[in-house]
Nanobody
Framework: QVQLVESGGGLVQPGGSLRLFCTAS????????MSWHRQAPGKERELVAS????????NYVDSVKGRFTISRDNAKNTAYLQMNSLKPEDTAVYYC?????????WGQGTQVTVSS
């Protein structure tokens, strides 16, 4: 059974940092790319960042370029999203996702709130 579990969210002041974790199980983590998405209240879910299965290539939505970094550790079956210089508009539920042989899988999400 494929499972993705996010953690690391919380409340942070503008300009602060958070690191999100996505721990995978139930499939060969190293065989598939990973992505982080977010959904703010009243808005559609959007792709934030993606990384190839080997970690040799990454992509970001323009609004987070230079502030967020996606990475992965295949030995730990874990993907990360380092978020720096956070802004109130980054407030959302963040989800990790993988497209596996069984289709796209999602975690349950972790709330990130940027507020003073």
């Amino acid at each position: 059974q494929v499972q993705l579990v996010e953690s690391g969210g919380g409340l942070v002041q503008p300009g602060g940092s958070l690191r999100l974790f996505c721990t995978a199980s139930g499939y060969t983590f190293a065989a598939y790319g990973m992505s982080w998405h977010r959904q703010a209240p009243g808005k559609e879910r959007e792709l934030v960042a993606s990384i190839t299965r080997t970690g040799d290539a990454t992509n970001y939505v323009d609004s987070v370029k230079g502030r967020f970094t996606i990475s992965r550790d295949n030995a730990k079956n874990t993907a990360y999203l380092q978020m720096n210089s956070l802004k109130p508009e980054d407030t959302a539920v963040y989800y990790c996702s993988a497209i596996t042989s069984w289709g796209r899988k999602w975690g349950q999400g972790t709330q990130v709130t940027v507020s003073s």
